[in-house]
């Protein structure tokens, strides 16, 4: 398996493509195994690795977030997040935090929401006098919010490799979960904006805020209709994902009348590219996840664990460790495909609770994202603001601290995680 690990990092110190170098670690894996012989059962894994029926509501879920986003949804949630928070000081980095948690049920994926967001609320934030720096890490540091809050395509990814969760007991599981680290966001904001007297934009009317409000209301009751009708159980997750692309088409063409035939032409081409990206990835990983269960490192890293310490406090904060030193190198989707099939069955066998321990991973790859030095969302906002990087790094500290500290509530505290599935009865599995 060292032979394995070496060729893995190998690969992705020469630049190949993450997807190509689970693939290749994981056959190169199989050929120590059994020799040549070996090597026929990859199109068996490759395919069983894309195969999952549930799998099919990552493309109708990505063409949701497209046709919302070139809807105009994105001006009518920062509008209606403007009129409640606007009135604050540091208004703007209030909405900014605000609107990524109300986008956070249109898209599920966090470089989408920091673009779309970051687009129009960085340049204003500039305007304003707030720094190029601080708008790009609020930006970025915001946007991991949505694929935590459902619905979210990691979370489909997740449950997909386990069955010990299922998507709805996820999806709900991360609701409180999001809320928490976009509260601990809000407080590092409020406290900056005050120490730097960034300034308040004005006070709306109840008649002003119900407008934006009203106008707002269609792209607000996309999660609305997505959740409602998974947990519910009155469709599947694939059913509500086909249900949420049929709605956006209709209120895209329809009530808002912003949708063309090229929007809708570019919308499938975008789906059809991000989902083979996705598919090709989740079976690349199959493969080097049957090398890593026929070697039985899981079992040789449990054995390991509990050699060091029989203290689960010691443990998941061992693990947390992990997983965000990971996720500053690696995007969320290749972390969760990498790690999972080798963390999480060990993390059960000591007797941790899988949808806990499933969405403390969840949150951890996610703030990731924003994490120096490789955070994808963190460069994509440093980009949009025209910041050196190395300035966003150092203005999103105190965010990613805020974030931390979110992480080891939801991490020491079950009950944040299971308190909504529990509340409407969901089995984990």
Not at 92 to 119: P, Y
Not at 120 to 144: C, E, H, Q
């Amino acid at each position: 398996m060292i032979t394995v690990l070496f060729v893995f990092f190998g690969l992705i110190f020469i630049g190949v493509p993450i997807a190509y170098t689970i693939g290749l670690a994981g056959m190169w894996g199989l050929f120590l195994r059994g020799g040549p012989d070996f090597l026929s059962i990859v199109p068996t894994r490759l395919l069983a690795g894309m195969s999952d029926f549930i799998l099919i509501s990552i493309p109708l879920f990505i063409l949701c977030s497209e046709l919302l986003n070139r809807s105009g949804m994105t001006d009518k949630i920062i509008n209606f997040a403007l009129s409640i928070m606007g009135k604050y000081r540091g208004g703007l980095s209030h909405v900014n935090i605000g609107t990524s948690m109300l986008f956070a049920g249109l898209t599920g994926t966090a470089v989408t929401d920091t673009a779309a967001v970051g687009n129009i609320l960085i340049p204003a934030m500039k305007d304003k006098g707030y720094g190029s720096g601080y708008s790009a890490a609020v930006t970025a540091s915001s946007s991991v919010i949505g694929p935590i809050i459902p619905p979210s395509l990691i979370m489909i990814v997740y449950a997909s490799m386990f069955a010990e969760v299922s998507v709805i007991s996820m999806f709900a599981a991360g609701i409180v979960p999001g809320v928490v680290i976009g509260l601990s966001l809000l407080i590092v904001s409020s406290i900056v904006s005050i120490r730097r007297s960034y300034p308040m934009e004005r006070k709306h009317s109840l008649r002003e805020i119900l407008s934006s409000f009203r106008k707002a209301i269609w792209a607000l009751l996309t999660p609305v209709i997505i959740l409602g009708a998974i947990l519910s159980g009155l469709t599947t997750i694939t059913e509500a994902g086909a249900i949420a692309a049929l709605y956006a088409l209709l209120v895209g063409t329809v009530v808002y009348r912003s949708l063309t035939l090229r929007d809708i032409k570019d919308s499938l081409i975008n789906t059809v590219n991000l989902s083979g990206i996705v598919f090709f990835l989740l079976g690349a990983a199959n493969i080097l996840g049957w090398v890593v269960a026929y070697t039985g490192l899981t079992t040789i890293l449990a054995e390991f664990f509990i050699g060091l310490t029989d203290s689960r406090i010691v443990i998941l904060l061992m693990v947390n460790v992990l997983f965000l030193i990971v996720g500053m190198f690696l995007d969320i989707g290749p972390s969760v495909v990498i790690l999972a099939p080798i963390v999480t069955p060990i993390m059960v066998r000591l007797g941790f609770d899988p949808l806990h321990f499933a969405m403390v991973m969840m949150v951890n790859v996610n703030i990731g994202n924003a994490t120096p030095p490789m955070g994808m969302t963190l460069m994509v906002a440093s980009q949009i603001a025209r910041v050196p990087y190395e300035k966003a790094m150092l203005e999103v500290v105190p965010f990613l601290a805020a974030q931390i500290a979110g992480l080891m509530l939801i991490s020491y505290i079950p009950e944040i995680t299971l308190w909504v599935p529990r509340l409407l009865g969901l089995s984990w599995g």
